[in-house]
């Protein structure tokens, strides 16, 4: 059987964006709708024209920046609605309008009481009059999850009737199980008339942490269409997760094709972290920063003698440098010497028993350590395998109006490099120092060095509290992290930042 097209509906600007404290500025909007695009996605859900000016002037900026994308607005089963839907699109090159209404008994009575004959009349006319604006229209059926399916089904066969050309059944709550969902889709398939005209739809949310698998049973059951977020981000728990359907499918060589370039997903994952100020859970599956790490001894030794042993994707496939074999107590000798090999510290078997033990007895000891103190014990001195280090730091700080200002000093080699600069804070101002000494070879085009994410962790270290300062830098089209640690927050980001540079300059 040849390959069926799977297609990616993108909501991240209209889902994802109702999470509190997400909602984006107009430019970034379009920023990053031009990277879905970019990436691959089918279609782009702008946002809800009825909701507000801002919602209606993003659908509107998104379609005239992107033209090889569908380009979707989401109405209610409104007729002022879809007219605001129909004008916010006017200049879009593929316009899709999202319509429809609740289903479920929890709908039809709690949310609308109402009856079930009046509902299914109201989704008739909400598609026929989106009909007139556009040919493609989309039908939700919104707590479908929780539907009958007996009247999901004449819902479904009445909008296909009235020319709806996609059929989108929303687990709203995240409530079905990954059987009981592929079965409603499944139910659809072989009892509604005019199904196999249409294309379609899920659309799960994670409040139960379902919302991947039911995605796929979905898809495994006849749904050609997977409406999803970058991250998973949405409303409560979150959507279904962008990355883990493309990933799943490419994985397991499952008989769908897709058009989405994963060598993207990284640097949308940070794009859109950074912008909707959504940090991403450290084990969050595919762009969790340990997604690829490894700090136990029997999965590092494993993982250097061959990558499949532990890792079924490669780092590179979805845009992240590689895989990092992050030292602890639990490493073992392979996993030392690899890393030394990485500063170009070749070290004999007969010498690493000793430098073992001792790097045992310094982890035991401290639950952090940075690589100059593994690498006193080869006695290298780190700085001179770094050609930026940062010799001197000075930063002032305060509210308003008092602006924070930053000087460093920075070695390149023997070289100091001096620069200073006011920031929106006390670690933005060093980052536009430090750019400002350190200024790289595609600074001044598209390959400028931007910040994606930057996190800061207390960890405990004896008696003294040590922040561990982790960057991610995105350059050139490729991610570059940075760590350090130290007793000062800002140093630690200071120098976590030149770490990242660092590996740029290898």
Do not use: W
């Not at 005019?194 to 139960?208: E, F, R, W, Y």
Request: hydrophobic share 40%.
């Amino acid at each position: 059987m040849s390959n069926e097209r799977l297609f990616i509906f993108d909501t991240t600007l209209r889902d994802g964006e109702q999470v509190p404290g997400c909602q984006l500025s107009l430019s970034k909007k379009v920023k990053l709708a031009k990277k879905l695009a970019a990436m691959g996605v089918d279609v782009i859900e702008a946002g809800f024209p009825a909701s507000g000016q801002e919602d209606f002037d993003s659908v509107v900026a998104i379609s005239k920046e992107v033209s090889k994308t569908s380009i979707c607005a989401l109405t209610r089963a409104v007729e002022k609605d879809i007219d605001l839907a129909a004008e916010a699109l006017r200049y879009a090159t593929y316009k899709r309008i999202h319509t429809g209404i609740g289903t479920s008994e929890f709908h039809i009575q709690g949310k609308f009481r109402s009856t079930r004959d009046d509902i299914l009349q109201r989704a008739i006319a909400c598609v026929k009059y989106a009909k007139r604006y556009v040919e493609d229209v989309e039908f939700y059926a919104e707590d479908a999850g929780r539907t009958d399916n007996d009247y999901l089904a004449r819902v479904v066969e009445a909008v296909i009737k009235a020319g709806a050309t996609v059929i989108n059944i929303p687990d709203t709550t995240g409530y079905c199980l990954p059987e009981e969902y592929g079965a409603k889709i499944r139910y659809l398939v072989e009892n509604v008339t005019g199904i196999d005209k249409v294309t379609i739809s899920t659309h799960c949310h994670n409040d139960l942490g379902l919302a991947t698998a039911n995605t796929i049973q979905g898809v495994l059951n006849g749904a050609r269409q997977v409406e999803v977020t970058v991250n998973g981000i949405g409303e409560r728990a979150g959507n279904t997760s962008l990355e883990e359907i493309v990933m799943i499918i490419n994985s397991h060589k499952l008989p769908y094709l897709l058009d989405v370039k994963p060598v993207y997903i990284s640097d949308l994952s940070n794009t859109v972290s950074s912008m909707m100020n959504m940090p991403v859970q450290p084990n969050k599956a595919i762009v969790g920063r340990n997604a690829f790490a490894h700090s136990s001894g029997i999965h590092q030794d494993g993982v250097i003698k061959d990558r499949s042993t532990y890792e079924i994707i490669n780092p590179e496939d979805v845009g992240i440098d590689s895989n990092m074999i992050v030292l602890s107590a639990r490493s073992g000798r392979a996993a030392l010497k690899q890393h030394l090999k990485s500063f170009s510290v070749d070290i004999d078997n007969g010498k690493l028993d000793d430098v073992y033990k001792r790097f045992v007895e310094l982890a035991e000891r401290n639950k952090y350590f940075t690589n100059a103190d593994v690498l006193k014990l080869v006695r290298k001195d780190y700085r001179k395998m770094q050609r930026y280090t940062l010799e001197y730091m000075q930063v002032t700080s305060g509210k308003e109006p008092i602006k924070p200002v930053a000087s460093v000093g920075i070695l390149d080699n023997d070289s100091l490099i001096e620069a200073s600069a006011t920031g929106s804070g006390p670690v933005d101002a060093v980052i536009r120092a430090i750019n400002q000494a350190i200024v790289l070879k595609r600074d001044n085009d598209e390959g400028r060095k931007k910040l994606a994410t930057f996190s800061i962790h207390a960890v405990e270290s004896g008696s003294e509290v040590v922040g561990k300062a982790h960057i991610s830098l995105n350059y050139d089209k490729r991610i570059f992290h940075g760590y350090a640690a130290h007793t000062d927050i800002i140093v630690a980001s200071a120098e976590a930042y030149i770490d990242a540079i660092n590996k740029i300059s290898e």
